[in-house]
């Protein structure tokens, strides 16, 4: 899953069934015993996070931070710690606690998203602090990395010919593995979902929150699910937007990614072509063959930036899917892509590689000199010394983390041709970029199990899912599926609108979601909010 966008563009530092089930078959890590003793986690539930103004020209005058400090092992708390970047915007009357927001990724650095974007969360602001982190991994909270390229091992295999040769491609992803090791420092082996679930619920005690009030988008309802999972009991009005699935596999995900994306991009070719400046003319049957010829011409002869490095096929194909997440990019989309295609200026199409945040200057060397110090002992790290991949390298880590599947060397060779097709079939543009994705958990240790196997049946109370029928990135059914997979306790939004997510593009939902945050007032499981995303709709409404 691919972070929530906010609608600024900002420039980043430069991401068959019964066959692909087949082929990602894996078993889980085993689990802890009930019997055993559980460690001593007490000097961290009786932290208080202390607030002051947050460092930086970039940041808003009334934007506050704080670290928490986490377990890096939770089942070894002695053994090292991780701090983790909080942010608030503070209530703007008498406060009934605070509600932390996820904007998504996995990879998305919350402190960015919620410097540029914080407008939107301003009326929860009457009621609560609105809170945001950086997850271990990710931003300034021990950022994982794969290196700047200088290690002369591409961190991703790229070109048709990889997938042809199957043993050059195993190669370079055990390389790219070792690679994103090395750089990422001891978080690695620790990074996840379960680890930052059990993160959050040292953060609600050191907010001095009895329960956590959560708004989650896109990957972030992966994390609220697992944390309703594990502190059920812990759990206030928790609104998830955008819903990830709890039990597809990897491969699956990816072709639903890629079967979304490529319909949003029919879409935008379809709008684009009744612009005369549209780069792919006005031929809407010829437009997406003209996207195709530009991706492998890229890919076969990448062009050099204005920040280092170069720009292939598959680096377009990133940004582009970043862009579609939003009608709202679509106009600025249009313009990047004339500006590349007419005068080979990439620094436009770079800007949504992002997912739209704010990104502090780079060092020249991709990193400063006190990152790794800081990163193994698991401080901060300074926002200019988070390392320019640390948003593909994180989304990479957390998934892999997340899924137990590895299929063998053996099984690969054998399912890479029809795993290929299945993705092509789901998308010409974007099923190359997706496969690629999903390749790279191999050499990598297997992820945990308990997402897939043991979210379910939340005995907590009442959560909001809320699903959107035109979403390119999480399909509605998977809200659906999500709903029933934790129970009762789950109450689903219809969103019938278009895009990824819909708090920042309906009306309807956002208002929704505000109530219940706000009031504890929830709309009846079914209901619906219209498809022009602006009106308001009759609701029914019980009060939770």
Not at 180 to 194: D, K, N, Q, R, Y
Request: hydrophobic share 35%; net charge neutral; with cysteine.
């Amino acid at each position: 899953m691919l972070v929530k966008l906010s609608t600024r563009p900002a420039v980043r530092r430069c991401a068959g069934s019964g066959v692909l089930a087949l082929a990602l078959l894996g078993a889980g890590l085993p689990t802890a015993s009930a019997a055993q003793p559980q460690p001593d986690l007490t000097r961290f539930y009786r932290q208080k996070a202390v607030w002051a103004a947050c460092k930086g020209a970039d940041r808003a005058e009334d934007l506050q931070c704080a670290k928490v400090t986490v377990p890096l092992d939770y089942a070894r708390p002695g053994e090292g710690t991780l701090d983790l970047a909080l942010a608030r915007y503070r209530a703007t009357g008498p406060s009934r606690g605070s509600v932390l927001l996820n904007f998504g990724g996995p990879g998305g650095a919350g402190i960015n998203e919620l410097a540029s974007g914080g407008k939107q969360y301003m009326d929860l602001t009457n009621a609560y602090d609105v809170v945001t982190f950086d997850p271990r991994g990710v931003g300034r909270s021990s950022p994982v990395s794969c290196g700047d390229g200088r290690d002369g091992v591409a961190t991703a295999p790229e070109g048709n010919a990889d997938i042809g040769r199957p043993q050059v491609l195993l190669q370079q992803l055990r390389q790219s593995a070792t690679l994103c090791a090395g750089h990422s420092g001891p978080v690695l082996a620790h990074i996840g979902t379960v680890n930052a679930a059990r993160d959050m619920d040292v953060i609600r005690q050191a907010l001095g929150d009895k329960k956590l009030n959560y708004l989650g988008f896109s990957y972030g309802t992966r994390l609220g699910a697992v944390y309703a999972s594990l502190f059920p009991h812990t759990v206030g009005r928790m609104a998830l937007d955008g819903v990830d699935t709890l039990t597809e596999p990897l491969s699956e995900q990816g072709l639903a990614g890629a079967e979304g994306q490529q319909t949003a991009l029919d879409d935008f070719l379809d709008w684009c072509s009744t612009d005369i400046a549209c780069p792919f003319g006005q031929d809407t049957r010829t437009a997406g063959q003209r996207v195709v010829r530009l991706i492998r011409s890229l890919d076969a002869n990448p062009v050099p930036t204005d920040f280092g490095g170069s720009f292939s096929g598959q680096d377009l194909v990133g940004a582009i899917g970043q862009a579609l997440y939003s009608k709202d990019l679509w106009p600025s989309l249009e313009r990047a892509l004339a500006y590349l295609i007419e005068d080979g200026d990439t620094r436009r199409v770079l800007g949504f590689s992002s997912g739209g945040a704010f990104v502090a200057p780079v060092r020249q060397d991709g990193r400063g000199k006190g990152h790794d110090r800081k990163q193994r002992e698991g401080g901060l790290v300074d926002a200019q010394d988070v390392p320019a991949d640390n948003l593909p390298a994180a989304l990479m880590a957390i998934n892999c983390a997340d899924d137990p599947d590895r299929p063998t060397a053996a099984r690969i060779t054998k399912d890479l041709k029809d795993l290929q097709a299945a993705y092509d079939r789901a998308s010409p543009v974007f099923g190359r970029f997706r496969l690629t994705q999903l390749l790279m958990c191999y050499g990598r240790p297997k992820g945990t199990d308990f997402v897939r196997d043991r979210v379910k049946d939340v005995p907590s109370d009442k959560m909001l899912l809320v699903g959107t029928r035109g979403d390119p990135a999480t399909p509605y059914r998977w809200t659906e599926e999500t709903a029933r997979r934790l129970g009762p306790s789950a109450v689903v939004l219809d969103n019938k609108g278009d895009g990824h997510t819909g708090y920042s593009s309906s009306t309807c939902v956002h208002r929704t979601i505000d109530d219940f945050l706000l009031y504890g007032s929830l709309p009846s499981s079914g209901s619906s909010c219209p498809a022009d995303g602006k009106a308001w709709s009759s609701l029914a409404k019980n009060t939770k």
